[in-house]
């Protein structure tokens, strides 16, 4: 009968045995193959004592999760000294900006063109009725998958978001925050994994976006919006998040980072 064990009873016991075959025996010879037993033993005994460590080890997902969690964080705190730093100096630019601007008529009428276009522009807030959309992934408590459904199935990917906001501005949006962060025309949402990338910092669903503008067109675009349609249907089918909201006043802040935009002309 054959005797099954795990971890360090199994090599041992094959220590022990391959001892008790290289005993003497009474008025016998050992056989021809006797000497390889050592080596299968010892070998059999390092492959077994490997298998239980690595077995007793914690799981190599947990720890590339834990990696990016880490890596995350670290991010983060890079962004939030970068813009610490950022900040004075475009307070010193700006008062040095209208200190030459109150001297110079010339650069005073400049000012005071380009502040004309600030709201247009983005850099300054704006308040009026919205239109909030919430994405979500699909929760699974217990960890079981709909059926037919793949992991990818069960997240809010790159596609799903750019859809919607692709749709609002479509409606007529005349201002837009991701997340609470002011966004631009020529912002990028990038999803990195299952995390949003936006103006380098790292966000997790639910994913919430804010659109002033008339809610009843924007709502319309939305519907007949081909992405935003397949989005839904995986919500229903998947179990992933859709809620969307009317609101009657909301504040979107300005954006406060700074725009690559070199050239731009004002249509409407």
């Given at each position: 009968m054959t005797e099954y064990a795990s971890g360090h009873a199994t090599w041992r016991n094959v220590l022990q045995r391959a001892v008790r075959e290289l005993l003497p025996r009474r008025g016998g010879r050992r056989p021809g193959w006797w000497l390889g037993v050592p080596v299968i033993a010892?070998?059999?005994?390092?492959?077994?004592?490997?298998?239980?460590?690595?077995?007793?080890g914690p799981p190599l997902r947990e720890d590339r999760r834990l990696e990016l969690v880490d890596l995350i964080e670290e991010r983060e705190e890079r962004v939030a000294a970068a813009e610490a730093q950022i900040a004075p100096l475009e307070a010193a630019v700006a008062a040095l900006t209208d200190a030459q601007g109150g001297a110079d008529p010339p650069v005073l009428a400049e000012q005071e063109r380009a502040e004309s276009y600030l709201a247009a522009a983005g850099f300054t807030g704006l308040r009026g009725p919205a239109v909030t959309v919430t994405l979500n992934d699909a929760l699974q408590p217990d960890g079981v998958r709909p059926p037919g459904a793949e992991p990818d199935d069960l997240l809010v990917h790159q596609q799903d978001l750019q859809s919607v906001i692709n749709a609002l501005w479509a409606g007529g949006a005349e201002a837009m925050?991701?997340?609470?962060?002011?966004?631009?025309?020529?912002?990028a949402a990038i999803c990195v994994g299952p995390v949003l990338l936006l103006h380098g910092r790292p966000h997790s669903p639910p994913y919430v976006i804010v659109a002033i503008g008339d809610p009843e067109t924007m709502s319309t675009a939305l519907a007949e919006a081909p992405g935003v349609q397949l989005f839904r249907e995986a919500a229903d089918a998947y179990g992933l998040g859709y809620r969307e909201t009317a609101e009657e006043d909301v504040t979107v802040p300005a954006f406060d980072g700074t725009s690559t935009l070199r050239s731009a002309q004002v249509t409407g």
């Open positions: 010892v070998a059999a005994g390092l492959l077994f004592t490997t298998s239980a460590t690595t077995a007793d925050s991701i997340m609470g962060e002011r966004v631009l025309s020529t912002s």
